[in-house]
């Protein structure tokens, strides 16, 4: 790290070294740590003290921010169960039959949700690209309920045509679906769970 010398020509590198120090270890430790000669001019140095006292004012504020409580979004907890139970899948079946020409193929529960959930956000994002719309605005959050009949949770910019953006999803994702699963492709509902928001236009 580079950074601009004080007005009596030195860096404050080794301050920041200094209060991280003193932050992780505590002053006194801090001090046994580190330089002689920096601990010397410290103590006769204005510059130098105004920049330590400002540093460790801002590594309070860093302690601080992380002792904060987070709040978690109501929905992200109902949200991240549902997603678990759907890839848990059903345990009496656990699997989706496809008949085909010599045999049956089995596609285990979980691969159906994985499958829809990586499809949808594919097309999700082949979707946003051609709407114009910029990284991030349109969002799969999760994909719920049962093998047969999934729930694709979604997070569509405020503003937009909501409904019609769910509508074409509904319908790429279906037909992909369909391809890849054939009869045993499920039904595909979109919800739209969370509005995002445009922002530079
Ligand atoms: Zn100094």
Not at 39 to 44: P, Q, T, W
Not at 74 to 90: E, H, K, M, P, Q
Not at 118 to 146: F, I, K, Q, S, Y
Not at 177 to 195: F, H, K, N, R, Y
Request: aromatic letters at 4%; proline letters at 5%; hydrophobic letters at 45%.
């Amino acid at each position: 790290m580079t950074t601009q010398p004080l007005e009596c020509g030195r860096t404050p590198d080794y301050l920041l070294e200094l209060v991280a120090d003193e932050a992780v270890d505590g002053p006194a430790r801090a001090a046994v740590h580190a330089d002689r000669a920096d601990l010397a001019h410290l103590a006769g140095c204005r510059y130098c003290g105004a920049e330590a006292a400002r540093l460790r004012v801002d590594w309070a504020r860093v302690h601080a921010a992380a002792r904060a409580p987070v709040d978690v979004p109501v929905a992200l907890v109902s949200r991240t169960l549902a997603t678990l139970g759907a890839i848990r899948g059903d345990p009496a079946t656990g699997h989706v039959e496809i008949q085909q020409t010599g045999g049956t193929l089995w596609v285990r529960d979980r691969v159906v949700v994985v499958l829809a959930r990586e499809l949808a956000r594919d097309l999700l994002g082949e979707l946003r690209r051609r709407w114009g719309l910029p990284d991030g605005t349109c969002r799969v959050l999760a994909v719920t309920g049962e093998p047969h009949e999934l729930t694709v949770q979604v997070a569509l910019p405020y503003g937009g045509p909501l409904r019609e953006f769910a509508e074409h999803l509904r319908v790429r994702l279906a037909g992909a679906l369909q391809v890849q699963l054939g009869t045993a492709a499920p039904d595909v509902s979109i919800e739209i769970t969370d509005v995002t928001h445009v922002t530079g236009q």
